[in-house]
């Protein structure tokens, strides 16, 4: 009887365990009081190409770089939110300072040990008093 309720306590655990972190791959928002305004369109590469964000791809060594203009006035409550996935690291720059740098989580997969970054919401502040 004793044993019995240990394994019913452990698989209970277990189940629970299983459950943690399910649809930690999927964003579907933010809660916010500031009305959201989509970034998706007017991305360009150094040359000022438009970019779409559905087809980006690194150069050879393996980094990306795309530009994006603000708008000439911010709030103090602006920022950036995005989701990341695969990615190794993200830098966001206002001219030639570092606003941001990501930390995502590196895992490993249970079954092939192979090494991958999380999913990861990233969220940027922009301060109202931006350099041009």
């Known amino acids: 009887m004793f044993y019995s309720l240990i394994m019913a306590l452990i698989m209970l655990a277990l189940g629970i365990v299983s459950f943690w972190g399910r649809n930690q ?4 928002g933010i809660y916010a009081t500031a009305p ?5 369109t007017n991305w360009t590469d150094k040359k000022g190409k438009a970019v ?11 980094t990306l770089t795309i530009y994006y203009r603000l708008p000439e006035k911010l709030n103090r409550q602006d920022k950036l939110i995005f989701f990341s996935r695969y990615i190794k690291q ?4 206002i001219g030639k300072k570092k606003i941001y740098h990501s930390h995502p ?16 919401t990233n969220s940027i502040e922009l301060p109202a008093k931006r350099s041009a």
């Open 25 to 28: 791959d999927s964003f579907d």
């Open 36 to 40: 959201l305004t989509s970034a998706k």
């Open 52 to 62: 779409d964000l559905t087809e980006l791809k690194p150069d050879k060594q393996g």
């Open 90 to 93: 993200i830098d966001a720059y």
């Open 105 to 120: 989580e590196i895992a490993a997969d249970w079954l092939s040990l192979t090494e991958h970054y999380e999913s990861f």
